[in-house]
């Protein structure tokens, strides 16, 4: 229980501090990608002046910090270094012991397929990592939303699975994900909102699209504003046409906040699943701290302070509506 508790906390402080890593704009400060000599930083000035040199190399330094000094590199250095530590952390958290438990036979044939499906993704989460920090390093000197999407919605997926994993192994049970036969799966509809809403925001990040229309509700003094679609993209205005990608998570959040915070209040005057009171209002709570934050995230040009979070609060609004979920499984009604 400790160990999947421990990894679940440190897959949640990892989200947090990527993000971070993003806010600082650090992710590209560091050049190569070296799993195990990667991990030691520079110790003394000559080494911090070859990292620093190799840095110059790159388009983020030609065309965006040509200014920068050697002590303002150093800072964006230390988070992209931290957060990839802190990565071979959670590797080393989840493998040392998971190989005792193996061979000591202490895990069932269900937990080792499940075990097995995280280390997969963890393992593609490190690739998926190197392949996104690459983009930032050709030519263009910002990393590729998609990819940075696909790197936020794969720890995501991890999270999840640990904490649900966490949640089974507490109560002893575990319960079918998905089933759509009850009026408990409405909770999974709130959940896949809130997980569309996070991805949603990944391409909101990797595209620097919150710092474009820094009002709420209104864009530009319009509810549909201008050049939301560009005949030149087509459909991947919703991926690439920074407009429409804030459009579109303003009003997937809206969306998200409205139906969960009516389906949770409705439940608290009509117990249709049985789920405490206590948990109730906990996601009443979350969900409008989360609506909330989101507003003065934009309202502040996403700044650092509540962009991160905002993202925080995201995961543990996901964690909350994930714990309501499966109470409601295995309780009557």
Request: charged share 10%.
């Given at each position: ?9 440190m ?9 971070l ?15 195990i000599?990667?991990t ?27 200014n ?56 593609l ?25 696909f790197?936020?919605?794969n720890a995501?997926?991890?999270?999840a699975?640990?904490?649900?994993t ?29 997980f569309?809403?996070?991805?949603s ?75 405490s009171?206590k ?55």
């Amino acid at each position: 229980m400790l160990w999947l508790l421990t990894l679940t906390v440190m897959v949640f402080l990892i989200i947090i501090i990527g993000g971070l890593t993003r806010l600082t704009d650090s992710g590209l400060s560091m050049v190569d990608w070296r799993p195990i000599l990667g991990t030691l930083p520079p110790f003394n000035n000559n080494q911090w002046l070859d990292v620093f040199n190799d840095y110059k190399l790159t388009p983020e330094f030609l065309y965006v910090n040509k200014n920068m000094t050697l002590e303002e590199f150093k800072y964006i250095f230390w988070w992209e270094w931290f957060h990839r530590f802190f990565a071979r952390l959670i590797g080393l958290a989840f493998i040392i012991p998971f190989l005792y438990f193996l061979l000591k036979k202490n895990l069932n044939s269900f937990f080792y397929k499940r075990f097995l499906i995280i280390f997969n993704l963890g393992l593609l989460q490190a690739l998926v990592g190197w392949w996104m920090v690459k983009s930032g390093l050709s030519e263009d000197p910002y990393v590729s939303p998609y990819r940075l999407t696909f790197h936020l919605t794969n720890a995501v997926i991890i999270y999840a699975l640990l904490l649900w994993t966490t949640i089974e192994y507490y109560h002893s049970k575990s319960a079918n994900f998905i089933s759509f036969k009850t009026k408990k799966d409405l909770i999974l509809i709130s959940i896949i909102l809130v997980f569309i809403t996070i991805l949603s925001g990944g391409f909101m990040a990797g595209s620097h699209a919150g710092q474009s229309f820094n009002t709420y509700p209104l864009m530009n003094g319009k509810i549909i504003p201008d050049d939301i679609y560009l005949e030149d993209l087509g459909l991947l205005n919703i991926f690439e046409n920074t407009v429409t990608i804030n459009f579109n998570h303003r009003w997937i959040a809206t969306i998200t906040f409205i139906y969960t915070f009516s389906f949770f209040t409705y439940l608290i005057f009509n117990k249709i699943i049985n789920l405490s009171n206590k948990i109730i209002l906990t996601v009443l709570l979350i969900l409008s701290l989360q609506f909330l934050l989101g507003i003065m995230a934009l309202l502040s040009n996403v700044s650092i302070y509540y962009g991160s979070l905002h993202q925080t609060n995201s995961i543990a609004l996901l964690s909350i509506l994930l714990f309501a979920y499966f109470k409601s499984k295995i309780t009557g009604v």
